[in-house]
């Protein structure tokens, strides 16, 4: 399980280190693919092929959503890996869906790490109204 968050930089060449407590759990090679909220995804490799499982039990013969939805998760993926200085490269594509220039924020989500730009992470990150979506959880049967 990831947790915790974590502050870095991204290099010129969209070189990222990943910090050691995620890459511990990550293994030698896994994945990053756009997210929603305008965040990046890494997810470990166990992780990744359960979410492409999902994705591909969508009816996408018949259902332009389920299409899409694969698309964007699927066309945007890319394997990565740690170099030596436990670096990986985040490729020019994602950078640009993400908004990632220079500083980042990693944030450990169970299963997954998101991956924000500093700039939308402070933007996405108040939590002014998170006693309504604790109480709308209740909808969907978690109780906290």
């Given amino acids: 399980m990831f947790e915790g968050m974590h502050s870095h930089s991204i290099d010129q060449k969209g070189r ?6 995620f890459r511990e759990k990550l293994g030698d090679e896994f994945f990053v693919t756009a997210g929603l909220d305008g965040c990046l995804i890494i997810y470990a490799p166990k992780e ?4 492409e499982e999902k994705l591909g039990a969508l009816p996408t013969m018949t259902n332009a959503d ?3 939805l694969q698309r964007f998760f699927l066309a945007n993926a890319a394997r990565c890996e740690c170099d030596k200085q436990g670096r990986i490269i985040i490729p020019q594509h994602l950078r640009e ?3 990632i220039e ?3 924020v990693l944030t450990g989500l169970g299963t997954r790490i998101e ?3 500093k700039e939308r992470w402070l933007e996405a990150g108040t939590y002014e109204d998170i006693n309504e979506i604790a109480a709308s959880m209740a909808d969907l049967g978690v109780s906290l």
């Avoid at 990222?16 to 407590?21: A, Q, Y």
């Fill in 102 to 104: 220079s500083e980042v």
């Fill in 97 to 99: 869906l993400g908004g």
């Fill in 16 to 21: 990222l280190i990943i910090p050691v407590r």
């Fill in 66 to 68: 389920a299409r899409k």
């Fill in 115 to 117: 991956l924000w730009s």
């Fill in 48 to 51: 990744w092929r359960a979410f």
